[in-house]
């Protein structure tokens, strides 16, 4: 064959054959368990030791209810007194090798959890079933961030951003009171703890906009409760998605 003739031939391309190659010698892993698998996923052993937030949940809180055999209906909390946001979806209860998998990537720091969590919090977007024009992360404190060396949920707003082309505002909404963890407090506590913690610095930049605001965990909804009421009040409509969510209080 002549060089000519062997110039037809399509150039492989050079970057698939190194990652497959790099595969072949180190085979992405669960990060929850270390088996081998084929992407940046928990292996489905893993994943059967969490439990998605399939059943019903309340049309707006996305509260789970105790029975799974009826249907989305609104909670009595919400009948009482609507949400500020417009619909909150988890993906799965914060329980099992979920709340292992997010104890490890929030305060162990590692990395290898972002992809696979991200993957699903994007369940949450299927249950939310809505488009946002901006993703907006709940905000940590500068002390507060100062010691972690990042906001989890910013690093997960990021990933589900890139599977929606949405853009990820992390500048607008500030955490300007540095309050106690809320995982110390009590339901009533926590209200009074988020309470004032928020502000919009610019709100003509989220007046008549659809916000998505992300979170890795709702407990009682204090935070994503008291950020709604800001985005609320700068002229948002919210809409909240967390990666996990506690059951039954
Ligand atoms: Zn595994
Ligand atoms: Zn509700």
Excluded: W
């Amino acid at each position: 064959m002549t060089t000519k003739q062997m110039g037809v031939f399509q150039q492989p391309d050079r970057k698939n054959i190194l990652s497959s190659f790099l595969n072949l010698l180190f085979p992405p892993l669960c990060p929850l368990c270390e088996a081998g698998i084929k992407e940046d996923a928990f292996c489905a052993p893993c994943l059967s030791g969490s439990k998605r937030m399939d059943g019903p949940v309340c049309l707006l809180c996305g509260r789970p209810f105790a029975s799974e055999a009826g249907i989305h209906h609104t909670c009595a909390d919400c009948l009482k007194k609507n949400p500020p946001f417009v619909k909150a979806r988890s993906a799965f209860y914060y329980e099992g090798t979920l709340l292992s998998a997010i104890h490890r990537f929030k305060y162990g720091g590692n990395m290898a959890f972002l992809k696979p969590l991200s993957l699903l919090l994007s369940h949450a977007m299927t249950l939310l079933n809505e488009r946002p024009d901006i993703i907006v992360p709940v905000p940590l404190h500068k002390e507060r961030l100062k010691k972690r060396g990042f906001n989890q949920s910013l690093l997960l707003a990021r990933e589900l951003a890139k599977g929606l082309s949405v853009e990820v505002d992390c500048m607008n909404l500030k955490r300007t009171l540095n309050t106690l963890p809320q995982v110390d407090l009590k339901e009533k506590e926590r209200v009074i703890n988020v309470k004032g913690a928020f502000t919009v610095k610019d709100p003509s930049k989220f007046k008549g906009k659809r916000v998505l605001l992300v979170d890795d965990v709702f407990t009682t909804g204090a935070t994503v409760r008291e950020c709604a009421k800001v985005l609320k009040k700068a002229g948002a409509e919210v809409f909240a998605v967390t990666l996990a969510r506690v059951g039954h209080m």
